[in-house]
């Protein structure tokens, strides 16, 4: 039963689903026992929310605020998510609370919830759409954490201050700021589009220039890493099944059942993640090892280090 109703079937069909697969034994199964089980996922739900992250370190977050189609006089609440990967390389929820609009009041009471159930040191950067109250929440509660702003969501933006006949050329140069091997080159790169539009077109110079250093922060952790931090693809990959099922509840669901059905379907997806590709970089960001251009910067006292693990090895 709960796996026919996360994969679409509505309760008024489930009668009908089960008595097709398991014939007329079926029939005392009705939609009432669906209803209970949504109320069971609620349970599960908050007991999730509340549990220990004191043995918890994630290097990276990615965080987004998710909307769906609930009912009209709940239209301004979405789901506040936050995605985490650990030393491991393992990628896992950290956050799936509720949440009014995207504003700072909101991140701020899930950051501060993180942090007094244990997750004290917090990541060493955060992946996000520049559009959120999340940003002026997290030096509040986080204040080391560095921010990177998503290609994904900033191309969309400039984008939309430019007519439809030259979006196609400025994806294009835009893509090649993000796709620089180099910070040098991307801040070329970077300047070569800010002086061909800003004449004609200030508002989308102005919407890129205004996130140059968040925009380019990945340049400071590992090359093997940059597929994963430059967007929040992490988020949007994970929902993009989870909208495919809230999409046929067609606006009559209330706020309470969507977040106990999204944490079930968000658990489901992930199982299937995989984990980060070169995850084992992730143990030397967390031993302060800086990287400069996606490589590592030797010094003396990595020097040190690496003449340890050599002997030890040996």
């Known amino acids: 039963m709960p796996w026919l109703y996360l994969k679409g079937i509505s309760t008024g069909a489930m009668q009908e689903a089960l008595e097709a697969l398991l014939g007329q034994d079926a029939k005392g199964l009705s939609a009432a026992s669906i209803s209970r ?187 093997e890493h940059w597929v994963h931090i430059r967007t929040t693809n992490p988020v949007e990959s994970a929902f993009a099944t989870v909208r495919l099922r809230t999409a046929k509840t067609r606006g009559c669901v209330s706020r309470n059942t969507i977040l106990a059905l999204v944490f079930r379907l968000g658990l489901s997806a992930e199982k299937h993640w995989i984990k980060l590709r070169g995850f084992k970089r992730l143990g030397q960001i967390i031993r302060g090892v800086k990287f400069s251009d996606g490589a590592p910067v030797a010094t003396d006292e990595q020097g040190v280090e690496d003449g340890l693990i050599s002997r030890s090895a040996a």
Not at 41 to 55: F, I, P, T
Not at 104 to 133: F, H, N, Y
Request: aromatic fraction near 12%; glycine fraction near 6%; include cysteine.
């Open 37 to 223: 089980l949504k109320a069971r996922w609620e349970d599960e739900r908050q007991a999730w929310s509340q549990r220990d992250l004191s043995s918890k370190r994630y290097v990276y977050l990615w965080i987004d605020g998710v909307y769906f189609n609930v009912r009209m006089d709940e239209a301004k609440q979405c789901i506040l998510v936050i995605i985490g990967v650990t030393e491991d390389g393992i990628k896992e929820f950290v956050a799936i609370e509720d949440g009014y609009r995207e504003s700072e009041q909101s991140w701020l009471m899930t950051l501060r919830d993180l942090k007094q159930r244990g997750l004290e040191i917090g990541p060493e950067l955060a992946v996000g759409d520049g559009a959120l109250g999340f940003w002026k929440a997290l030096p509040k509660v986080y204040g080391q954490t560095r921010s990177q702003r998503c290609w994904v969501h900033k191309t969309k933006n400039v984008l939309n201050y430019l007519p439809k006949s030259l979006q196609s050329k400025a994806k294009a140069a835009l893509q090649q700021i993000w796709m620089a091997p180099s910070r040098e080159q991307a801040h070329r790169a970077f300047d070569s589009f800010v002086t061909m539009y800003k004449a004609k077109y200030p508002k989308a110079a102005e919407c890129l220039e205004k996130d140059r250093d968040a925009l380019l922060a990945f340049y400071d952790f590992p090359a």
